[in-house]
């Protein structure tokens, strides 16, 4: 009797067809993308929305072309603070025009499609079952917003990752291994945790680990023009003074919160510079070894984004 | 998922999909070989894992084709802009028509952002005069918004 390899094709359901054609039409729209960076943490609540913008912004600035995909459907925060929340998606000749902030960077948030008063929710047969299908919804829901939209020639597609190590794990699935990894985390023993299992769970797979930044490393005070203490560091990961943060890998810099630049945020007014204070210099160090850091790297591997089912 | 007749050791075809109904697809495959047909029943969980995926089943087009992409915009009841919301809200728009090849752009947006997309650039047009959407006024909605 024939088991289930022997046979080609699936009967006609074309299921496995129709997902393959999924993927080569991800594939296609990002073969003009040099470089895929996700910026996750695996904690939630430690800036990477805003740190993702900002640096953004900060790339944006020195000309190079550049794309955020906020990947957290179910709390997207980019639409609001990059300014597009009342965007219009128009379509193209091919797939849909991206909205784009003031300063040109292309910007796919659910936040321009949702008001913030309203839930993400999926119509479903399945009712009051949701932890059995909504994952895979999600990442199908993805899947057609990269295979869908014009990203067109870019340095740099950032995505905007949702929290939760596991989480971020299954993105560097789905993404594959051009994608690589930027880990956000505060300086606080509970982020560093949960960051050091991110690292752990990514180290097991194909996707480069760019590195982490230290979020929040202290607040900015205008009035003193001095950068104070948020939280009680132990020295052991005291990276604002150089000493080893426990997460092996490399540091790219450490990020002061501005009370100035999250207002901004709320505002929905990204920067079109980085500011001229110790947040926007560190934001700007940041930038810069990112790019020296996807810089150094040989050759991306090679185009898988999703693996091929059979 | 694979059919075999197990008689005669072949493959079997899909035949027909009914689209879903309380949750359920029924499915029916027959043997090429000696034509006994049989029907896959789904339960809603497996109804909704094959929509989560964002798949159709059965034949590209044809009344019998079903799943995730023959459905209504799943968001449409929370988009402001979207005909379920303006029904909610007690507005009815002003009819805008749409040529044949503004029709086949708008065609390939995403179900969750078509109806968005569609009352948008209506919108655009409306504010302009015109009362046909055609490529011409999406190139122009496309360059208004900076795209």
């Known amino acids: 009797m024939k088991r289930y390899q022997d046979i080609v094709g699936d009967g006609g359901s074309r299921v496995l067809e129709q997902v393959a054609e999924q993927r080569t039409r991800i594939t296609d729209g990002l073969a003009g993308v040099r ?25 944006r600035a020195r000309g190079l072309r550049i794309a955020i995909l906020d990947a957290d459907f179910n709390g997207p925060s980019q639409a609001r603070m990059a300014g597009v929340e009342r965007a219009l998606f128009v379509p193209g000749t091919d797939r ?8 040109g960077i292309a910007v796919f948030s ?28 999600e990442f199908a829901l993805l899947g057609e917003i990269l295979g869908s939209f014009e990203w067109g020639a870019l340095d740099l597609l950032m995505f905007d990752l949702p929290p939760g190590a596991e989480r971020t794990v299954q993105y560097a699935d789905f993404l594959g291994p051009r994608t690589s990894f930027l880990l956000v985390t505060i300086p606080s023993e509970v982020a560093r945790g ?11 797979g194909p996707n480069r680990l760019l590195g982490y930044v230290e979020n929040m490393s202290g607040y900015y005070c205008r009035d003193c023009d001095a950068i104070k203490p948020l939280f009680v560091s132990p020295e052991s990961f005291d990276t604002a003074r150089g000493l080893p943060s426990g997460l ?8 002061p919160f501005d009370p100035e630049l999250a207002r901004h945020c709320d505002r929905g007014l990204p920067l079109a510079e980085p500011a001229d204070t110790p947040g926007g210099r560190a934001l700007e160090h940041v930038a810069q070894h990112l790019l020296d850091s996807l810089e150094s790297t040989t050759e991306p591997p090679d185009e898988v984004p999703l693996r091929p089912l059979r | 998922m694979k059919f075999l007749c197990v008689p005669c050791d072949s493959p079997m075809k899909l035949q027909a999909v009914t689209p879903p109904e309380r949750g359920s697809l029924s499915i029916v495959y027959s043997c090429p070989e000696c034509g006994y047909e049989m029907a896959m029943l789904t339960n809603a969980y497996e109804t909704q894992a094959v929509q989560s995926l964002g798949v159709r089943i059965g034949p590209e087009s044809g009344s019998h084709a079903s799943g995730a992409s023959d459905a209504a915009c799943p968001f449409a009841a929370m988009i402001p802009g979207t005909d379920d919301a303006q029904r909610r809200q007690g507005a009815e728009p002003v009819p805008v028509r749409w040529t044949a090849g503004a029709e086949a752009r708008l065609a ?28 011409q006024v999406l190139d122009a909605a496309r360059d208004f918004f900076g795209m």
Not at chain 1, 96 to 103: G, H, I
Not at chain 2, 116 to 126: C, K, P, S, Y
């Open chain 1, 194 to 204: 949960v960051v050091a299992r991110s690292v752990a769970a990514l180290s097991n």
């Open chain 2, 108 to 135: 390939k947006v995403p179900e969750f952002v078509r109806p968005m997309a569609r009352t948008g650039v209506e919108r655009f047009a409306r504010e302009r005069g015109a009362v046909e959407v055609d490529e």
């Open chain 1, 110 to 137: 659910m936040g321009s499609l949702i008001p913030e008063s309203e839930a993400l929710e999926f119509q479903s047969t399945a009712h009051g079952e949701s932890h059995t299908w909504r994952a895979t919804r």
């Open chain 1, 35 to 59: 470089h895929l960076v996700a910026v996750g943490s695996g904690k939630g609540g430690v800036g990477k929305s805003t740190l993702t913008l900002h640096l953004a912004g900060a790339l």
């Open chain 1, 248 to 255: 092996e890998i490399p540091c790219l810099g450490t990020v």
């Open chain 1, 96 to 103: 849909v025009a991206l909205p784009r902030t003031r300063n």
